[in-house]
């Protein structure tokens, strides 16, 4: 595996690129450097945004100089950072699938030579390692998913995707935080709230954690749907090898 490098991506941010590779290996390297800028709290940086093969971060030039940065971003690259590798939270979420909750189940079922029930499950079978959250907040790019549901997103995208919504794009599983438009296979849909710019924490899922979908009936989405509502709904977590 290549040493990351570091390159400038503007005047106030820098890129930690590693192997051009989607991998839980690579994934756990850039989250592992991650903490560590974190837990430095280096003077001038004030946010880092992992990505599936980089780590960006934003800093102010004023406070400190890209060259001392890159300085003190190298000699935490020289830790051992398996030595202090931590076990990643897994978080379950509630998912209705089908009908009106997931109007493209029975396509995902027709392109992959299953029936509907297959696909549910397999797709609550694993756990989704969550590499990245982009495109709108809290939208977590989940990987891990069984090839034998893998279906190309939609030619034509929808205008309006509810939030909530549960998706399939390639060999991705995603979860919308937020209505918005969209082109991935709709199979279900959560009642949990994604995303809440009241709460103290908006955004419910984190790069590196891993998401274990739960099917659950109607009128079981409805009932977390009115506790979630009023922020009344947790959602079970536990460390990723717990027994249950």
Not at 12 to 40: G, P, Y
Not at 71 to 77: F, G, P, T
Not at 207 to 222: L, N
């Amino acid at each position: 595996m290549a040493k990351p490098t570091i390159r400038i991506t503007g005047d106030t941010s820098l890129a930690i690129v590693f192997d051009q590779e989607i991998s839980k290996e690579i994934n756990a390297q850039i989250r592992s450097l991650d903490e560590e800028i974190v837990e430095a709290k280096i003077e001038g940086v004030f946010e880092t945004v992992p990505t599936y093969c980089s780590l960006t971060v934003h800093y102010d030039p004023v406070v400190i100089r890209y060259h001392d940065l890159k300085e003190r971003i190298e000699a935490l690259m020289a830790i051992d950072h398996h030595a202090k590798k931590r076990l990643p939270k897994v978080i379950e979420i509630p998912v209705c699938y089908g009908g009106d909750f997931g109007p493209d189940l029975d396509y995902v079922a027709n392109h992959s030579g299953l029936t509907p029930e297959e696909v549910i499950k397999i797709h609550t079978s694993g756990e989704y390692l969550i590499y990245m959250l982009g495109f709108t907040p809290g939208f977590s790019y989940m990987g891990g998913m069984d090839e034998r549901i893998a279906t190309p997103r939609h030619t034509t995208p929808r205008v309006l995707i509810p939030a909530g919504s549960v998706g399939i794009a390639g060999m991705q599983t995603g979860i919308y935080p937020i209505d918005s438009p969209g082109g991935w296979q709709l199979i279900g849909l959560t009642p949990v709230v994604l995303y809440d710019s009241q709460r103290e924490d908006p955004i419910l899922l984190d790069a590196g954690m891993y998401v274990k979908f739960v099917q659950i009936d109607e009128d079981e989405y409805y009932r977390i749907k009115a506790l979630a509502e009023k922020g009344e709904y947790t959602c079970k977590t536990y460390t990723k090898g717990e027994a249950e």
